[in-house]
């Protein structure tokens, strides 16, 4: 069997998509428009800020070589070759992270008519209807076509979107759309004016905690909702460490915010990403924070489908945060 050495894969890793196909192939490269592009072949492969994603499929990455092997379905040594042979020859010129970020576009996936399906997913996970219908009527959520992901979008402090994280209906897909801002992540402010926020990991857990409060016949607006869309992964020392994006925005905005309530998961990156925010809250805001865990579970979501009596839907790992 061909063997080629690890510092080869992770040199070929190295190279974006759009640093190889301006090198390589520009005859397949097409502006769509201000920093993004899509390939000749795939007009809904949308590539942009150092991403890309194929919309029609539901796929997508960070490098040529998951472009190679999971669009050209090239097998993946082949595609290590390619990328090394082909910079061997003539080595790239790579598009700096500043050009590709210079103007950053929100590209969300097209809104499907029918809704019919998100709204199972959500129910299907122990969301209650009500909740459901005020993500949609509000545009925080719909469904995309043709593959009918569940969108969840966030929006800044004037309604506009500027992040949409993706999730497979009936698949393990999760993504966020080319050019998302996560200091924008999905959230839910309270009906009326509260200095308290609750922070989440996942769009999920946000709507199943507002679903154990309906349970208990609180009102799930009485405060602020918000996500971090992913797992937040501190630095080694606490010192060292910076805040979500999404929370500084968050209070930034928001700057009444005098408590918040953290409602992470419930295992060892859940803990100590509870650990290092409310240390940095107390700091730098002088912000009174606590930690919630879920009684049951590792995360809320599994808590309420514990409390419904449904089946745990198990999920690959949340992406990171940042």
Same mark, same amino acid.
């Not at 076509?145 to 009936?170: C, Q, S, T």
């Given at each position: ?10 040199k ?5 998509l ?5 090198n390589?192939?520009?005859?397949e ?10 390939t000749r ?16 499929r539901g796929?997508?990455?960070t ?43 929100l ?9 019919s ?6 129910a ?20 995309s076509?043709?593959?009918?992901? $569940? ?6 402090? +004037? ?12 698949s393990?897909?999760?993504g966020? $759309?080319?050019g998302? +801002? ?7 402010? $309270?009906?009326?004016q509260?200095?308290t926020?609750?922070?989440f ?17 609180? +009102?799930?607006?009485r +405060? ?7 797992v ?9 460490s ?17 408590k918040?309530?953290l ?7 859940g ?11 107390a ?31 198990k999920?690959?790992?949340?992406a990171?945060?940042?």
């Open positions: 069997m061909p063997y080629i050495l690890p510092e080869t894969v992770s070929a890793r190295e190279m974006d759009l640093t190889y196909l301006r390589y192939e520009p005859d490269l097409v502006h769509f428009g201000g920093n993004t592009y899509c072949e795939h007009d809904s492969l949308k590539i942009s800020n150092g991403k890309w994603c194929w919309f029609s796929i997508g990455g490098s040529a070589l998951d472009y190679l092997i999971k669009v050209k379905e090239i097998p993946f040594l082949d595609a290590v070759e390619r990328i090394t042979g082909q910079a061997a020859i003539q080595p790239p010129v790579f598009v700096s992270r500043n050009e590709q970020e210079k103007h950053k576009v590209l969300l996936p097209k809104v499907s008519k029918n809704t399906r998100a709204e199972e997913y959500l299907g996970r122990g969301i209650d209807r009500e909740i459901i219908t005020f993500c949609l009527q509000t545009g925080r959520l719909y469904e076509e043709p593959y009918h992901n $569940a969108v969840f979008v966030g929006l800044d402090k +004037d309604g506009k979107a500027r992040y949409a994280n993706l999730r497979g209906i009936g393990d897909f999760i966020d $759309a080319n998302s +801002d996560k200091r924008y992540s999905f959230g839910i402010p $309270a009906a009326g509260s200095s926020l609750h922070l990991e996942s769009a999920i857990d946000l709507l199943s905690f507002g679903t154990l409060l309906k349970m208990e016949g609180i +009102d799930w607006r +405060d602020n909702l918000l996500s971090l869309a992913g937040y992964k501190p630095r080694s020392r606490v010192e060292d910076t805040l979500p994006a999404a929370l500084k925005q968050y209070l930034a905005d928001n700057p009444y915010i005098r918040v309530v409602r992470l998961d419930n295992d060892p990156a803990r100590l990403a509870s650990h290092t925010i409310q240390t940095l809250l700091q730098q805001y002088g912000l009174v924070s606590t930690t919630r865990l879920p009684p049951q579970g590792k995360d809320y979501n599994d808590y309420l489908c514990i409390r419904r009596g449904l089946t745990i839907t999920r690959r790992e949340k990171p945060a940042r």
